[in-house]
C-alpha cells in the first residue's frame, strides 16, 4: 500500500513537499514515481526515481522545479516543488513500477493521491 501525504493550500511561488509511505512492500524493489491529475484533464506523469536513487527522471513541465529523493530504508518517497503555478493545482499520487525504466508511464501499484492546490 502507497500512501501520499502532504498536500494542502499553498501560494504561487511557494514550494510544496509531498512524501509517499510504502507498507506492505519494499520500495527498494520498484522505481518509485509521482504523477498528477488537474481537474478535468488526464492523469500525468512528473518525475521517477530509480531503486538505488541514483537517477531521476522529470517531466518537462516540472524540470528544474522539482526534487525527487527516497529513503529505503525508511521506506518512503519524497517530492519538493518549487516555484508553484496555479497550473500545478491537481491530485498528486506516488506509484510503483515493477520494471526498469524511468521513462515508462505503466506503473503497477497506486496509492491515493494528496490533493494540491495553488492559490494566486
Known amino acids: 500500500q502507497l500512501q501520499a501525504s502532504g498536500g494542502g493550500l499553498v501560494q504561487a511561488g511557494g514550494s510544496l513537499r509531498l512524501s509517499c509511505a510504502a507498507s506492505g512492500r519494499i520500495i527498494n524493489n520498484y522505481i518509485m514515481g509521482w504523477f498528477r491529475q488537474a481537474p478535468g484533464k488526464e492523469r500525468e506523469f512528473v ?6 536513487g541514483s537517477s531521476t527522471y522529470s517531466a518537462d513541465s516540472v524540470k528544474g522545479r ?4 527516497r529513503d529505503n530504508a525508511k521506506n518512503m518517497v519524497n517530492f519538493q516543488m518549487n516555484s508553484l503555478k496555479l497550473e500545478d493545482t491537481a491530485v498528486y499520487y506516488c506509484a510503483a513500477q515493477k520494471g526498469w525504466n524511468l521513462r515508462s508511464i505503466e506503473y503497477d501499484y497506486w496509492g491515493q ?8
Not at 518525475?47 to 538505488?52: M, P, Q
Request: overall charge positive; cysteine-free; charged content about 5%.
Open 66 to 69: 522539482i526534487t525527487i529523493s
Open 113 to 120: 493521491g494528496t490533493l494540491v492546490t495553488v492559490s494566486s
Open 47 to 52: 518525475a521517477a526515481i530509480n531503486r538505488s
